[in-house]
C-alpha cells in the first residue's frame, strides 16, 4: 500500500511552475494580432461629462480606436437583481465615482495606449457627492429575506433595551474601520481573444459560473459561447468573484476591433475599478450577569453602500448571531449609501470586521466583570446555533481555545493594563474567537480518468486562487485511488472543464473533496467492471472477485495494474464523472471555528506596535493538507495584522481614493510578521460530508484583529477602537 498523502504536508503541484517562472497568468498570454486597451478614469466623484477631448489621442502614434461615452462600445444593461455594480461604463456620461472608467483607447503597444490614454481631457458638471460613512448617520436596515436581521427574546422580556437594562452588567462600544482592498498582488488583467462566434478570456476569477454570468449578460452571449481560462491567478481575497467593467470593456472593445485586446489595470485602477470592503461602523451592547453570563447581546452595524451597488456587508449574521450562547440576542445590519467606488467581498468579507466588534467587546465585558477572556468565553459556550436548536455536525472551539492558550502560554497572564514592562515597550496579550460559516457547498463535478500511462488525471473548472484547491484536488483523488502523489495529474482553472466550485466563502475545497473521492470511487469500478466483462482482459472469467488496491486489480492470486489492463485492451484511459450538488441537512448548523491568542509590544515613546507573538488553533473538520492549511491560517492572521494596524483607504471629500496605491495603502510585509504557531486540531466531521473537510480559508483572518486589539488593551491600558490602530492613539 502506498502511504495516503491525506491530511500530510504536501507541497503544491504547482509549486515548481510558480517559482521557475513558467506558470502564466492572464495578462502572460500572447496571440497573433493582440492589440493593448487603457482605461481613461473620471477625475470628479460625481457628476455629469460635459465634453470630452480625444482629438490628440487619436492622432497618438499607434492608437486604433478610442470609445467614449460620446462613441461609446455597446454594452447591454445590467439584469435587474444582480449582485455586484449596477451600471455599465461608457453607456452614458454620468460619473457615478471617482475613478469610473469613462474611456479606453485601443493602441498597438501598452505603452502607446498608455500615452494617448493620458492626452484625454473630460470637462464635467460636477456634484458634489456622499462619501463619509460618519457624516451620513444611520443607515438603512437590510430588509432581504437572508439579511441574518432579528431579534430574539425570552418570553416576558419587552425588548432588546429592556433585557439589556436589565442585566447586572452592561457594555455598549462602537468600532469603526476604513475602506480596505483585497491588494492581490496580481493586478486585475484579461486577454479578449474572439474566434468561432464564441468568446476567450484569460481572465483570474474565483466563481466561474458566477463569471460567465456577468460576462455573458454584459456582452449579449449565450453562455456556451463563452471560455474562461483561469490557470493561474495572483491573489483572490473576494476581488475576482465577479468580473469587474475592464474585463468587459476589454471584451467588447475586442469584438468591434475584430482582434485580440490585453487590457491591465495600473494599480490606481486597481483600488477604484475593483470592488473594496465597506468602511464600517458598528455598535455592540452586552447585557451580562457579574460572573460573566450573558444575558443580552446587540450588535448594530452601518456599512457604506455605493449607489453603483456592490457587496451587501452583514457584519453579524455569521458572528455575533452564531458565537455566544445568549436567551436575548439583537442583529441589525444596515446599509448607508454612498457616492463611492464599489464595495465588495474581501477576506471574510462581512465576518473579518463583525469579529473585530463582537470580540473587542467580549473583551471588554471580561475586563468589566473581571472574568478571565477565554474563561467569558467558555462560559458562553454555545452547543445550538443561538436561537435555534440546530446543532453543528461537529463543533471543538472549547479544544481550540485550550490547546492554543496552553501552547501560548495564556496562564498566569496579567490581567491588569500596562503592568508588563520590558524597558520602552509594554507588552500585553489578547485573545478572540474565530468563525466562518461552513454550511453551504458550492455544486462542482469532477472528472477522474485512469490512462494507460499509469497517471490519473482529476479534472474540475475550480480556480486555483493561491490557496492549493490544485493540490488538495490530487490529495484526494490520491488518496481513494491508493496512489502517490506523483502518479496524479491535476487541470483546473479552464470553464472547459467539468464545472468547479466557487473559490468563495472558504469552500472549494470542502465542495470539491466528497466528488473528487465519489468520481474515482466510480472510475475504480468502472476499471473493474471492464477487467471482469471485457473480453480481452486477461482477468475476464476469473471466478474470483475482482478488487481494487493501489492501482493493482486483483483476483485470486492474479495481479494486473491498471495501465497493463488498459493498454491490454488497446484503451486510452477509463474514466468517471461524479456531480455533487450535497448540501447539509438543515438539522445542522456548518462552522469553521478558532482561538486566537496574541502578544504585542508597543514602544511608549512612539506608540509603534509590534505583533511579537501569535498563536491560532483552528477547528476545521478533516484536514485535506497541513501544510496548505497551516499557510491558510498564518495568512489569516497577517490579514488580522493588515486589518488591525495597517490597513486603510481614506475616501477624500471629492471622492478620490487617499491610498489607491501599495506605497500608501500598507499592508504587513515580512517584518511585521512574527512566528505565528497556526495549528489545526486533526479531525473529522462526517455529518459535514463523505471527506469531513470544512474548509479553511478565511477562518484565520476572522478575530485576528481583534485578538491584537485587546492585546494592545492590555499592553496600554487604551481601547483603540476606530481601526487601524495608528502609534498617535497610543501617545496619549
Ligand atoms: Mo471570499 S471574500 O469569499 O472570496
Known amino acids: 500500500m502506498n502511504p495516503s498523502p491525506l491530511g500530510g504536508d504536501i507541497s503544491r503541484v504547482d509549486g515548481r511552475a510558480k517559482t521557475t517562472g513558467v506558470a502564466r497568468y492572464s495578462a502572460d498570454y500572447m496571440e497573433p494580432g493582440l492589440v493593448h486597451a487603457v482605461l ?86 460636477s456634484r458634489t457627492p456622499r462619501t463619509s460613512l460618519a457624516d451620513a448617520g444611520r443607515g438603512v436596515s437590510i430588509a432581504t429575506p437572508d439579511s441574518g436581521n432579528k431579534t430574539v427574546l ?31 498582488m496580481e493586478p486585475h488583467a484579461s486577454v479578449a481573444v474572439w474566434r468561432d462566434n464564441g468568446l476567450v478570456l484569460y481572465a483570474g476569477t474565483q466563481f466561474p459560473a458566477r463569471a460567465i454570468a456577468g460576462i455573458t449578460g454584459a456582452l449579449g452571449l449565450k453562455p456556451a459561447q463563452l471560455r474562461i481560462i483561469s490557470s493561474y491567478v495572483g491573489g483572490g481575497f473576494g476581488s475576482r468573484v465577479l468580473p469587474w467593467s475592464d474585463v468587459v470593456l476589454g471584451a467588447a472593445v475586442a469584438r468591434e476591433l475584430n482582434r485580440p485586446v490585453k487590457l491591465i489595470l495600473n494599480r490606481a485602477q486597481v483600488f477604484s475599478v475593483v470592488g473594496h470592503r465597506s468602511a464600517v461602523r458598528q ?49 441589525d445590519q444596515r446599509h448607508v449609501v454612498l457616492d463611492t467606488p464599489p464595495t465588495w467581498a474581501m477576506r471574510a468579507p462581512n465576518e473579518a470586521p ?81 468563525i466562518y460559516p461552513a454550511a453551504g457547498r458550492s455544486g462542482n463535478a469532477v472528472s477522474v480518468r485512469f490512462r494507460d500511462d499509469g497517471t490519473v488525471l482529476a479534472s474540475t473548472g ?88 493501489a492501482g493493482i486489480l486483483r483476483a485470486g492470486n492474479e495481479r494486473l495494474g491498471f495501465a497493463d489492463l488498459l493498454r491490454t485492451l488497446r484503451m486510452s484511459e477509463i474514466n468517471a464523472v461524479q456531480t455533487n450538488e450535497d448540501t447539509i441537512s438543515p438539522q445542522f448548523a456548518a462552522h469553521g ?51 488591525a494596524l495597517l490597513e486603510a483607504d481614506p475616501i477624500e471629500p471629492s471622492g478620490r481614493l487617499a491610498a489607491a496605491n501599495l506605497a500608501d495603502y500598507v499592508v504587513p510585509v515580512n517584518a511585521d510578521v512574527p512566528f505565528v504557531d497556526a495549528v489545526c486540531l486533526d479531525g473529522d466531521d462526517p455529518d459535514f460530508s463523505d471527506v469531513g473537510a470544512r474548509g479553511v480559508g478565511e477562518l484565520g483572518t476572522v478575530g485576528s484583529a481583534a485578538a491584537i486589539g ?7 491600558g487604551i481601547r483603540v477602537r476606530d481601526l487601524p490602530i495608528h502609534p498617535e492613539m497610543l501617545l496619549r
Open 40 to 125: 481613461v478614469s473620471a477625475t470628479i466623484g460625481l457628476g455629469r461629462i460635459i465634453a470630452m477631448e480625444v482629438d490628440a489621442a487619436q492622432r497618438a502614434p499607434g492608437v486604433l480606436a478610442v470609445y467614449t461615452p460620446f462613441a461609446p462600445v455597446r454594452l447591454q444593461p445590467v439584469a435587474a437583481g444582480a449582485l455586484g455594480e449596477n451600471y455599465r461604463p461608457l453607456q452614458d456620461r454620468e460619473v457615478r465615482f471617482f475613478g469610473q472608467a469613462i474611456g479606453v483607447v485601443v493602441a498597438d503597444s501598452f505603452e502607446h495606449a498608455r500615452d494617448a490614454a493620458a492626452m484625454i481631457a473630460a470637462d464635467y458638471q
Open 154 to 184: 425570552e418570553p416576558g422580556v419587552a425588548s432588546i433595551d429592556a433585557a439589556l437594562r436589565d442585566s447586572e452588567v452592561t457594555i455598549e462600544t462602537t468600532v469603526t474601520q476604513p475602506a480596505q482592498h483585497a491588494a492581490a
Open 283 to 331: 455598535r455592540v451592547r452586552l447585557g451580562a450577569r457579574a460572573d460573566g453570563t450573558l444575558t443580552a447581546v446587540s450588535h448594530e452595524s452601518d456599512a457604506e453602500a455605493p449607489a453603483v451597488g456592490g457587496w451587501p456587508l452583514r457584519a453579524a449574521a455569521e458572528t455575533t448571531a452564531a458565537l455566544y450562547r445568549t436567551p436575548n440576542l439583537h442583529v
Open 354 to 434: 463583525g469579529a473585530f466588534a463582537i470580540e473587542t467587546a467580549m473583551d471588554e465585558l471580561a475586563v468589566a466583570t473581571g472574568v478571565d477572556p477565554m474563561e467569558l468565553r467558555l462560559r458562553n459556550y454555545a452547543t445550538t446555533l443561538p436561537g435555534t436548536n440546530r446543532r453543528w455536525t461537529s463543533k471543538r472551539l472549547d479544544e481550540c481555545y485550550r490547546v492554543g492558550a496552553d501552547r501560548f502560554g495564556w496562564e498566569g497572564r496579567r490581567p491588569t493594563p500596562a503592568t508588563n514592562r520590558d524597558g520602552r515597550w509594554l507588552i500585553g496579550t489578547g485573545m478572540a474567537t474565530a
Open 462 to 549: 475550480v480556480v486555483d486562487i493561491g490557496t492549493g484547491a490544485a493540490t488538495a484536488l490530487a490529495i484526494v483523488v490520491a488518496d481513494a485511488a491508493g496512489l502517490p502523489m506523483d502518479r496524479v495529474v491535476t487541470e483546473v482553472g479552464d470553464t472547459i472543464l467539468p464545472s468547479g466550485p466557487g473559490a468563495v466563502g472558504s469552500r472549494a475545497t470542502g465542495s470539491m473533496a466528497p466528488t473528487a473521492r465519489a468520481a474515482t470511487r466510480a472510475a475504480i469500478d468502472n476499471l473493474i467492471r471492464a477487467a471482469s466483462r471485457n473480453p480481452g482482459s486477461p482477468l475476464t472469467g476469473s471466478v474470483a472477485p475482482i478488487s481494487y488496491a
Open 593 to 643: 471555528f478558532g482561538a486566537h491568542f496574541c502578544e504585542v509590544r508597543v514602544n511608549s515613546l512612539t506608540g509603534e506596535t509590534r505583533v511579537s507573538r501569535f498563536t491560532t488553533v483552528v477547528d476545521v473538520g478533516r484536514v485535506i493538507n497541513a501544510k496548505a492549511a497551516r499557510s491558510q491560517v498564518v495568512g489569516g492572521v497577517i490579514f488580522g495584522i493588515g486589518h
Open 710 to 716: 485587546n492585546a494592545v488593551f492590555n499592553a496600554t
